[in-house]
């Protein structure tokens, strides 16, 4: 998808498209720098939009690891699952983060090892936010990651109130800049 049109959807539809742009190919890179793709038996991609995360998770996966995207833009999801609906062990769902747990039981996965998420945390009302993150938590248990960027540090309170464990790292060569925010651990 050109970046036009990606403008457009963001233009359209600010809730469920987070920037201007399409995110970097380094942004891309430094997202799923820090998985284990070796002993990884489930990913989820929450709003993966043009799809420029989930090549990278499919490039470096294992060819038995699960792959659940789920995006809310109806534009998004069809341009996902012309890109990657005949990819094995991928299933794209047109949908909320919010229903996570739906989707798990659908495909029967019972077990999540990584969440990447490219949602715009800070432009979604913060109850589904909220639900979003307690469903995530809920769903890594104690030993999963929740990787997730965001372009300031504005909702970091927000997400530490789900994660106790969050390391910050950067990605200047994305448009605008990128906060990297890796999480683990459940406070409660």
């Known amino acids: 998808m050109k970046s036009l049109a990606f403008f457009i959807q ?28 070796d002993q990884t038996s489930c990913i989820v991609e929450y709003g993966p939009g043009t799809g420029i995360f989930t090549e990278q998770i499919i490039k470096n996966r294992q060819e038995t690891t699960f792959v659940l995207l ?13 890109k990657f609906g005949e990819e094995k062990n991928v299933f794209i ?21 990584y969440i990447v998420s490219g949602l715009p945390f800070a432009s979604l009302p913060s109850g589904v936010s909220n639900t979003i993150l307690e469903k995530t938590r809920k769903v890594l248990g104690g030993t999963g990651r929740f990787i ?14 789900f994660f106790n464990q969050i390391e910050v790292d950067h990605e200047f060569r994305n448009m605008p800049p990128a906060y990297v925010l890796n999480c683990k651990g459940a406070p409660r």
């Open 10 to 37: 963001y233009l359209t539809k600010p809730r469920t498209v987070g920037a201007i742009w399409p995110s970097s190919h380094f942004l891309a890179k430094k997202m799923v720098k820090d998985i284990a793709f």
């Open 70 to 82: 789920i995006e809310a833009n109806k534009e998004f999801y069809k341009l996902l699952k012309s």
């Open 148 to 161: 997730t960027f965001q372009y300031t540090l504005f909702k970091m309170q927000m997400i530490r109130g």
């Open 93 to 113: 769902e047109h949908g909320s983060a919010e229903h996570i747990d739906d989707y798990l039981t659908k495909h029967q996965i019972s077990h999540v090892d």
